[in-house]
T-cell receptor, first 111, second 113 residues
Framework: GEDVEQSLFLSVREGDSSVINCTYTDSSSTYLYWYKQEPGAGLQLLTYIFSNMDMKQDQRLTVLLNKKDKHLSLRIADTQTGDSAIYFCAVVNSGNTPLVFGKGTRLSVIA | DSGVTQTPKHLITATGQRVTLRCSPRSGDLSVYWYQQSLDQGLQFLIQYYNGEERAKGNILERFSAQQFPDLHSELNLSSLELGDSALYFC????????????FGNGTRLTVT
């Protein structure tokens, strides 16, 4: 089945850019999502990209997709302390099947 | 606010007991998914329902069961609880279009002592 990998930790200074990476195994993955989880909260949808796109920008967030390498990244510009959270990459290969999640990357922002 | 409601927020119970977790999906969403989040296993898919019917099963133990009712709310039943069942249990719902993302509730934190 699908396997999604993420590095577990990332630490950045406030004001710098953060880049969170994700790799997946199923080349038929169609929809790719980024979720954010703050302490004690559920998963909040941040953004998503379809497999027919290479890039998507949404305010401070930029998602890049390299289908050949099965690599997805989330760039957060001008990272703030409020961005400290766990970020999950999730992929799915058809409309109504379950999302498969990575284990999450814990982003720590140093003031 | 995602629009997905889960109750209770916290649950503390003893080994061997049975509990029921409840989820109300976003208005209009027919699909409900249950996930378990533990420190070592990450976010594991348990089971999916669509309009009352079971659609997909993941790593759900035989001691666990779920159902979706005609009003589309869902319940996850966990029985013969073990210490290792302590985790966060999330419900998520999804709209009907192919690109609809999952919208998550805030979860139920289960502690088995």
């Amino acid at each position: 089945g699908e396997d999604v990998e993420q590095s577990l930790f990332l630490s950045v200074r406030e004001g710098d850019s953060s880049v969170i990476n994700c790799t997946y195994t199923d080349s038929s993955s169609t929809y790719l999502y980024w979720y954010k989880q703050e302490p004690g909260a559920g998963l909040q949808l941040l953004t998503y990209i379809f497999s027919n796109m290479d890039m998507k920008q949404d305010q401070r967030l930029t998602v890049l997709l390299n289908k050949k390498d099965k690599h997805l990244s989330l760039r957060i510009a001008d990272t703030q302390t409020g961005d400290s959270a766990i970020y999950f990459c999730a992929v799915v290969n058809s409309g109504n099947t379950p999302l498969v999640f990575g284990k999450g990357t814990r982003l720590s922002v140093i003031a | 606010d995602s629009g997905v409601t889960q109750t209770p927020k916290h649950l503390i119970t003893a080994t061997g007991q049975r509990v029921t977790l409840r989820c109300s999906p976003r208005s209009g969403d027919l699909s409900v998914y249950w996930y378990q989040q533990s420190l070592d296993q990450g976010l594991q898919f348990l089971i999916q329902y669509y309009n009352g019917e079971e659609r997909a099963k993941g790593n759900i133990l035989e001691r666990f069961s779920a159902q979706q009712f005609p009003d589309l709310h869902s319940e996850l039943n966990l029985s013969s609880l073990e210490l290792g069942d302590s985790a966060l249990y999330f419900c998520a719902s999804r709209g009907g279009t192919a690109n609809s993302p999952l919208h998550f509730g805030n979860g139920t934190r289960l502690t088995v002592t």
